[in-house]
């Protein structure tokens, strides 16, 4: 009977609760699009600043739907490959752009940008819109946040281990100071490398510094170099130094693990994407905001070697709502939202790295200080078409833009992850890694 | 003449053992129970706290992550998920039960092999199937349908619920069915008035399974809904992110959908110990 009772009861709840929920859930608004976007700290502000600025003005709702990067990976090219049509507006990056531009599956912006002068594409960076566009040169995604890579270092445990990180490091002279600053008696790491396996994680640091060491993965005539001397020196050098004075558990170490050290402290040196400043010098995230000095993406025989990457909208190629999907891209990849959310939510966290005005921005100027001009130095120096000593068949830094590459990537990461962890020497890894390009080098070669 | 002794069974274990056993059990069910409390302790923590290492037991207190994750709109997916679990568990009984009554009491021609069948359609990894169903579904105009999911859902847990019932009704004494059909029951009533209220244990634990297998399905959620029918799951994993710290709102939101499924079990706890017994003695 007691247990009837209760029964009863919960059910009551469960059922009163749903018929809130359905009763409050809002009516439809008279113009709606459907967002997809990855789970990354600057989407998650605009979400929550589009209801009250951009639907408000503009009397256009938007659902967001979030996901996680791989799960959003595969999600966009399920909708944009089968023409489902289930989101007018989806986020990719310039790997995708590279590899869908003129395919149908997402639609050019030019006419949209020609219509929208406010929009103001001469203030995006130059690299952005190259990176964006294809090969047809059409714009096919509006940048939403742009970032390169640089290195980031703790200046009082530099200064404590006698350690000065010049602003263009070397390799070499990182591996010094992540040797000097590396600590273990206090749990410090001199270094976090990315070491877990996917051709987004580990190789996407992996490949730059495989770039200034002057290897390739594929040269201009696709013939596939991952086992040639330089890419075995780079990725032996970024094995050994891992091995050496990196973060614990290196394969296990992702961007995730590597902000979450340096957040902490348990981490001396990072080298990685200039987005990560949003986490590092976020109040409430990190435990040594202001302690963190910049410095740009170590070379050895290139004069720069950080990559380029933009999360971007496009609009899906089976959208029938492009007016207001543009209508949304263009707020949300503004300057006026940049300044919205520096005003809202704080300058750090704002979608920088795409326009060249936010860094004439007096205010934002004054909260990026210690980070902005390298930033804005990366960004400026990054080439994809030509990042390393060697001509190259696609454009990309630290991917190649062809839809098996992410196969690839993924699969000699895994076998660099071996050698991490001794079951194997990175040439052995590197050997099978290099029957791997050939088989895709073999669907590209004339 | 000589006797024959036979050893006795003990009927008492000693009170050393009883208390190693209680021990054990205790430790197992801590041992069990301890990520959910982790989880919880993190919920209420900043992202800066949540991510020590070596982990914190006392950190400043804060109900922010849970601010957020209602900020950003839980309700909606917690609805599509209740309409899923619920709806598809109530089909899943009305056709499950009489199923495993023509499988169990009235055992049908060929029951075995109905009952093969039944459990072949778990064989395809549901990876397999996900494409063809996304196409169809496409095809249909009913991607992003919470109603077309729940039908899928339907279809992905009633072998399992036929399988279930069937071994909860095998156990009910034979002479109950033939009492009522002397007395005249048709079938109908046999099913509901008779063998419904006997086999509530079975039934509770047979919905409860349903319902947290259907609750928590993130595959086919994730591919063919989006923002109108996706569901918690889909929710949840939105706010793991590559660039940046989660933990501490991740688990406020595990928290937040872990709730109806906790809820769910506590309120059928008696019934779903009896009827999992049941079953197992079988």
């Given amino acids: 009977m007691k247990n009837r009772k209760r029964l009863v009861a919960v059910s009551t709840v469960v059922i009163a609760s749903l018929a809130f929920t359905a009763l409050t859930v809002p009516a439809k608004a008279a113009s709606e699009i459907n967002v997809l976007m990855v789970g990354n700290p600057q989407m998650k502000d605009l979400q929550t600043l589009t209801a009250e600025n951009f639907t408000k003005d503009s009397g256009i709702k938007v659902n967001f739907t979030i996901l996680p990067e791989n799960e959003l990976r595969d999600k966009v090219t399920l909708d944009v490959s089968t023409g489902a049509g289930q989101y007018d ?3 990719i990056g310039m790997y995708e752009v590279a590899n869908w531009a003129g395919t149908g599956k997402i639609k050019s912006l030019d006419s949209l940008v020609a219509a929208d002068p406010s929009w103001n594409k001469a203030d995006i960076f130059p690299s952005m819109i190259n990176g964006l566009s294809g090969t047809d040169k059409k714009l096919y995604a509006a940048p939403f946040y742009g970032e390169s890579s640089m290195l980031m270092y703790r200046k009082d445990l530099a200064k404590k281990a006698g350690v000065t990180i010049p602003l263009r490091p070397t390799w070499a002279q990182v591996a010094a ?45 696709w013939q596939a170099q991952v086992n040639s001397k330089p890419f075995v020196d780079a990725v032996s050098f970024y094995v050994d130094l891992v091995k050496k004075y990196g973060q614990p558990a290196p394969t296990q170490a992702g961007f995730t693990e590597c902000v979450n050290g340096m957040a902490q402290g348990k ?10 400043t949003a986490s590092i010098e976020k109040v409430g995230f990190s435990k040594h905001v202001g302690q963190f000095g910049y410095a740009y993406a170590p070379v050895v025989k290139t004069k720069q070697s950080g990559w380029l990457w933009a999360w971007a909208f496009a609009i899906a190629g089976a959208s029938k709502k492009e007016s207001d999907a543009w209508k949304f891209m263009s707020w949300a990849t503004s300057s006026k939202y940049e300044n919205l959310v520096g005003e809202k939510l704080g300058w750090a966290a704002a979608p920088d790295g795409k326009r060249a005005s936010i860094y004439a921005n007096a205010e934002y100027k004054k909260t990026a200080a210690a980070y902005s001009d390298v930033v804005l130095g990366s960004l400026k120096a990054a080439n994809p078409l030509n990042p390393g000593v060697q001509p190259r068949p696609t454009s990309g830094i630290q991917f190649v833009a062809v839809p098996e590459f992410a196969d690839l990537g993924t699969a000699v990461s895994q076998e660099v992850a071996k050698a991490m962890t001794g079951k194997q020497t990175v040439k052995q890894a590197l050997d099978k890694g290099q029957k791997l390009a050939e088989k895709v080098a073999a669907k590209y070669k004339k | 003449m000589s006797t024959l002794k036979v050893n006795k069974p003990r009927q008492k274990t000693s009170l050393a053992s009883r208390f190693s056993l209680s021990t054990f059990a205790w430790f197992l069910g801590l041992l069990f129970f301890f990520p959910v409390f982790w989880t919880l302790l993190i919920s209420f923590r900043q992202e800066v706290d949540a991510g020590t290492f070596p982990p914190k037991w006392i950190a400043p207190f804060t109900l922010e992550n849970y601010e957020k994750v209602f900020k950003v709109g839980a309700k909606s997916f917690l609805l599509n998920s209740a309409i899923a679990s619920i709806g598809s568990t109530i089909v899943i009984l009305a056709l499950a039960f ?14 075995k092999d109905v009952l093969s069948f039944f459990l072949s359609t778990k064989f395809l990894p549901p990876i397999a199937a996900l494409l063809p ?25 009633l072998p399992l619920a036929v399988w279930l019932l069937r071994s909860f009704l095998k156990e009910i004494p034979r002479e109950l069915v033939e009492a009522a059909e002397l007395d005249g029951a048709s079938t109908i009533k046999i099913l509901y008035r008779v063998l419904v209220p006997i086999s509530m244990p079975g039934i509770a634990a047979t919905s409860l399974i349903c319902f947290i297998f259907t609750w928590n399905e993130f595959l086919l959620a994730i591919n063919v809904t989006g923002f109108g029918a996706a569901t918690a799951p889909v929710y949840l994993v939105g706010f793991v992110t590559a660039e940046g710290l989660f933990f501490a709102q991740l688990s406020a939101v595990s928290i937040v959908v872990s709730l109806p499924v906790i809820i769910a079990g506590w309120a059928a ?7 999992l017994s049941l079953g197992a003695v079988k």
């Fill in chain 1, 89 to 91: 507006v989806v986020t």
């Fill in chain 2, 269 to 275: 706890q008696d019934k779903l110990v009896s009827g």
């Fill in chain 2, 98 to 111: 009489p199923a495993a009554y023509a499988l169990s009491i009235k055992p049908i021609k060929k029951s």
């Fill in chain 2, 133 to 157: 169903i996304y196409l169809i579904l496409k095809e249909l105009q009913l991607l992003d349908n919470i109603f077309a999911l729940t039908v899928f859902y339907v279809a992905m847990n």
């Fill in chain 1, 267 to 276: 981490i001396a040196m990072w080298y990685d994407a200039t987005s990560a």
């Fill in chain 1, 177 to 221: 100071a992540a040797a000097k600053m590396n600590d273990k008696k206090n749990g410090i790491a001199g270094i976090c490398l990315r070491g877990l396996p996917g051709w987004g994680e580990q190789f996407a640091p992996l490949t730059t510094v495989v770039n200034t060491y002057g290897g390739t993965w594929f040269t201009k005539d």
